[in-house]
Structure formats: C-alpha cells, structure tokens
C-alpha cells in the first residue's frame, strides 16, 4: 500500500516517519521500520501518536517509553534515529505534518489491528502529498509462556516506573503529595521482582541458550548483562534518594534520579524487545524452549489470588485505577511469593 503522490516519479527512502501508537503492535512496527531502513540505508524518525487527543497530556511518559524503546533498538540494529516527541490534535493531520516538518520522504504506518483505521490514517497521508508504506497486517503467533512472562514482567515495571513519575511530576508542578510509603513499596517490588527473579531466569536460561545457538546476538546480551548489573547499584541510588527526600530533601533530586533511571529500563526492554525476543524467537529449537518455558513457568509459581497485597497493599492500592493494575498485582505476589521464600 505504498505509491507515489501525484506529481513525483519515484519514491525515495531516506528518512521515514513512523508514528507509534499504544498498541500491542507498536515493537513490530519498530522492528518493520527498522529493517526496511536498513534494506534502504535511511534515517528514522520516530513520533509517538497518543491514542486520542484528549488524553494526551495524560499520555506523556507512556510515549516517552514507546520512544525510548524504538530508538534503543534501532540504534542497536545499526539504524540513525531521532525522536519528535508527541503529536498533538488529529492524528490524520498531524503525522503528515509531522513528516514535512522533519523533512520526511516516507511515512511508514505499522499494523494496527484495525483495516478500516489504518486505511484512514494512509489516505490521509496521502492525500497531503507524502508517500506510505503500510506494512502488512498479520495475525502473530502465539508466543512462548517464557516470552509471556517476560513482556508481563515489563508492562508491570513500565507502569511502576509511569506512575512514580507522575507521582513526582504532579508534585513538582502542583505541590501535590509524594507518598513515601509507596516509593518505598515501589522500590522493593523493582528489588525483589524483576532484580532477583527475572534476570536471573534470563541469565541462566534464555540467554545462555540464545549463545549456544548463534552468535549474532553476543554483542547485545553482553551489554544487557552488564545493563542487569548495573540496576543492583540503582536500586541502592533510588532508595537512598527516597529517604534524603523523607527527610526533607529536595523533590527535584528525587525525580531526576527516577526519571533516570526509567529511561535506562526502557532502552534496556527495547533491546531485549526488539532484538533479544525476535533472535530468541528464530534460532531456539522446540528443545530449547521447552527447558526455558519449564523455568519460567517454576519461577512463576506463586501464592493464590486472596494473599497477593499482604506485602505490596500501599502499590496496590495506588495503582488501582490504572491501565495494566491487573499485570502489577498478579506479579506482586509472584514476587511476594519469592520474598517469603527466601525469608
């Protein structure tokens, strides 16, 4: 679903748009964009689309994931990127304005799950003169149980990491309260879950079956293994910025240092995301998964329903309302489980 507009010969290919919306299929986008710039040696840009306008202020950090996580895993694939930010109004008129602005040749649209929005947003396009490409609309496979649990460990992270900045962005700009009690829950389910359940399962399973199979990926699990390394010594850093805080220190310093370290977990999920998952998913045998998806599935053994708040009841309970609230208590007590265990 790509053509010309009306006055041009042929297209050129050297710099794509590609917006991304909140969608399932926002990382096969990514992974579409980038390859197809790779195949035409171009640059990307990447422009985050809220789902509708009037929840876009509402949207901010979320886009600012989705962005992170594109442009770590293009820069991973060799690929020259950059980001625009947030589109704001209608998204029909904004990404092609979005493509002249940042001198765009082509606009790539990813599937969205939806034909009849997707051949609105080409026309639309199209209809202002900048060339599309539509990439094809496929049903996925159903991914591995490990897979699973892995994009489930990073949908629960992501909202923590969202709603803590909110927490501390409401409380710069309209001197709302930053509940200490929470910070301190947040901390402890980043420390107990993901940090001393997930990584090592990926380490000692995912990863080392991913090097016996090919060595396209080294480079890539080598730096994510120092990257996993590495957030033993943030979760000492955000503690003790919480308790300086507490104790009247300055809010300013409390939120950089979150604010840093969520865009550091987002480039490492896109990494894992965009190049990791997809290797995973081309060069593990039947085999292997097996024995990946039995130490995921041991890992993930957890308390019933009824018990899951005994330890993360002040999260909970902030995070009732939100999107993805589900994902973090069902993980909450998979790591309450892990606590009480190793007790």
């Not at 689309?49 to 442009?71: D, H, I, Q, W, Y």
């Not at 599309?132 to 949908?155: K, Q, T």
């Not at 923590?160 to 947040?186: E, F, P, Q, S």
């Not at 090919?214 to 000492?236: F, K, S, V, Y």
Request: hydrophobic share 45%; net charge negative.
């Amino acid at each position: 679903m790509s053509r010309p507009c009306s006055d041009a010969h042929a297209i050129t290919c050297r710099h794509l748009l590609v917006p991304l919306d909140e969608g399932d299929a926002c990382m096969a986008t990514v992974i579409g964009a980038i390859e197809l710039a790779r195949i035409a040696a171009a640059r990307i840009t990447f422009v985050h689309v809220p789902p509708l306008p009037t929840v876009a202020r509402a949207s901010v950090n979320r886009g600012r994931e989705l962005l992170a996580k594109a442009e770590s895993v293009a820069r991973a694939q060799g690929v020259p990127c950059a980001s625009t930010g947030q589109v704001e109004g209608d998204a029909q008129a904004a990404i092609p304005a979005s493509a002249q602005k940042a001198g765009c040749d082509l606009v790539f649209i990813g599937p969205h799950g939806q034909e009849a929005r997707t051949r609105s947003l080409v026309q639309a396009v199209l209809a202002a003169g900048v060339p599309v490409f539509a990439m094809p609309d496929h049903a996925p496979a159903m991914p591995e149980p490990a897979i699973c649990a892995i994009r489930d460990e990073h949908r629960a992270l992501c909202t923590v990491l969202r709603a803590w900045l909110d927490m501390l962005t409401a409380a710069n700009d309209r001197g709302a309260g930053a509940d200490v009690r929470v910070m301190r829950n947040m901390i402890r389910f980043i420390e107990i879950f993901p940090l001393a359940r997930q990584h090592p399962c990926k380490q000692a399973y995912l990863y080392e079956r991913l090097r016996r199979r090919t060595a396209r990926a080294d480079a890539e699990l080598d730096e994510l293994e120092h990257q996993h390394e590495r957030d033993a010594q943030w979760i000492g850093a955000l503690a003790e910025a919480v308790e300086r805080f507490a104790a009247g220190g300055p809010l300013a310093e409390l939120l950089g240092k979150v604010d840093h370290y969520a865009q550091f977990v987002w480039a490492r999920m896109g990494r894992e995301e965009g190049v990791i998952l997809p290797a995973a998913q081309r060069y593990l045998t039947e085999a292997d998964w097996d024995k990946v998806n039995a130490a995921y599935g041991t890992a993930n053994r957890c308390n019933a329903p009824d018990d899951e708040d005994r330890a993360f009841g002040p999260l909970l309970a902030y995070l009732a309302d939100l999107p993805d609230a589900d994902c973090v208590a069902r993980l909450c007590a998979q790591a309450d489980d892990v606590s009480m265990r190793h007790s």
